[in-house]
């Protein structure tokens, strides 16, 4: 089937089979090998994009089913040569190691500070539950996107 | 992990969705897709046809009147969490939709999604039964209406028709002044319960429990309510020992399923415990 939406603002037409969930879309498809597939059903977190500004997992969403939307990968939240806030943070904090999770917890945590740059750090715990990290045991990527909330903040501003 | 092919229609009509469905008997329904798209997954589930209700007018609405919450089958957990008059509205269901899944999960997950999966550890089918919900569907006869109560059959059944599809979850009035608990068990954060319990009474002028409603959901093969639990908490004031009478006959009354997760004596235990810690939670609420 052929299915147009935006990816990262670019508009974008693809011939996909229905079954083809979003995630493999994007990788193999449109060759964003950022969003990283990990359980594929929906447990892991790790293939988390951002769609009309939520944060869903691209595993549990067919192709199709983004007809007419936006889409936005971790590919999406920097520009080529400089880190965001949330990245710079990440860095900062340590809160990577393998990095197989990293890209999901970038989007997660990007769309959760978008809609709630107060989030303190139980709501942060909350919404990034549902992504799994084998490497850092969490701490320091909550330290991580405590400190990147003053970026949101500050991006609210007129 | 990928799905076995299928065909893909996203009609714009109740009808012609109905259609589809009458006319493919291997179709299945998605919206939300956060429960089907783990059954596709894992091929539990190979239909012929997916219907997507994404272009559906109209099922996408939360209606807050005197007779009640009404949901559409679209609307998304994030919807109500976000719902600001739905808090007071009706407290119980919007407590247990804060703890469904996970953030990603509730930002697409659909109240008819979790209906027509009938999970027995989910928390709107637990709201649903313990609130004496009704769920009306629509078929190729037109629409009818089915009491929550039962519409739940079994793990993962429903009195749904293959060519029906949900449209709209009624919940009764909530009035002023009730008193409520939800309280699950799960080992991690937004993971399956191993076991939920819903409750609501409200109080006479003396003080009595009137009305008591007490479901359960997990440690059960479908979410129900606790009868004996209600007869027994009607009619007196609450204290110490009738809790705790609360607590012993809610772990006779379960049926709990013995599997992997948790051995049926444990799950008894976590729904007494519950019980519990629900009703100290609910006597604590306002002057009770």
């Known amino acids: 089937m052929r299915v147009s939406f935006v990816v990262n603002g670019d508009p974008v037409t693809v011939e996909v089979e229905p079954r083809l969930h979003l995630a493999d879309c994007l990788r193999d498809v449109l060759s964003l090998t950022g969003t990283h597939l990990g359980c594929e059903h929906g447990a892991c977190g790790a293939c988390t994009v951002i769609v009309d500004g939520t944060a869903v997992r691209s595993c549990l969403m067919l192709t199709v089913q983004a007809e007419g939307a936006s889409v936005l990968t971790v590919e999406g939240l920097s520009s080529d040569n400089a880190l965001s806030p949330l990245q710079t943070s990440f860095r900062k904090h340590h809160a990577l190691q393998c990095g197989f999770c990293t890209p999901g917890m970038l989007t997660t945590a990007h769309a959760l500070l978008t809609e709630e740059p107060g989030a303190d750090a139980d709501r942060i715990r909350s919404a990034l539950s549902g992504n799994l990290c084998r490497c850092t045991g969490y701490v320091s990527i909550v330290e991580a996107v405590l400190e990147a909330r003053a970026a949101y903040r500050k991006a609210d501003m007129p | ?59 996408s609405n939360i209606t807050i009147g005197d007779d009640g919450v009404r949901l559409g089958a679209l609307v998304r957990w994030r919807d109500i969490e976000n719902h ?47 609130c004496e919900s009704e769920i009306t569907l629509c078929g190729p006869a037109g629409p ?43 080992r991690r954060d937004g993971d399956f319960a191993l076991a939920g319990i819903l409750m609501f009474y409200d109080q006479d002028r003396n003080g009595a429990l009137i009305n008591a409603h007490v479901g359960v959901t997990g440690a059960c093969p479908r979410p129900h309510r606790l ?25 006779e009354e379960v049926d709990p399923p013995d599997d992997l997760h948790g051995d049926a004596a444990y799950r008894r235990g976590l729904v007494a415990t519950l019980i519990e810690r629900g009703l100290r939670a609910a006597a604590r609420q306002g002057s009770g």
């Open chain 2, 1 to 59: 992990m990928k799905p076995a092919p299928f065909d893909y229609q996203a009609p714009g009509t109740i009808g012609e969705a109905i259609d589809l469905l009458a006319s493919n008997p291997e179709a299945v329904v998605i919206a939300g897709g956060q429960s089907l798209m783990p059954v596709l997954a894992f091929r539990l589930a190979t239909p012929s046809l997916l219907v997507d209700l994404r272009l559906l007018p109209g099922l």
């Open chain 2, 84 to 130: 600001q008059r739905l808090a007071a509205a009706h407290p119980l269901l919007h407590a247990a939709v804060a703890q469904i899944a996970h953030y990603q999960i509730r930002n697409r997950g659909t109240v008819g999604g979790s209906l027509a999966h009938a999970d027995p550890a989910a928390e709107l089918p637990g709201v649903a039964v313990t």
């Open chain 2, 227 to 251: 009868t004996g639990v209600e007869t027994l908490l009607n009619g007196h004031a609450i204290d110490d020992g009738l809790i705790r009478q609360a607590a012993t006959m809610a772990a």
């Open chain 2, 144 to 186: 009818r209406t089915v009491p929550a109560g039962d519409f739940f059959t079994g793990p993962l059944s429903t009195l749904r028709r293959p060519d029906e599809i949900i449209t709209e979850l009624h919940l009764p009035r909530w009035p002023n002044g009730r008193h409520w608990a939800f309280r699950k068990y799960a």
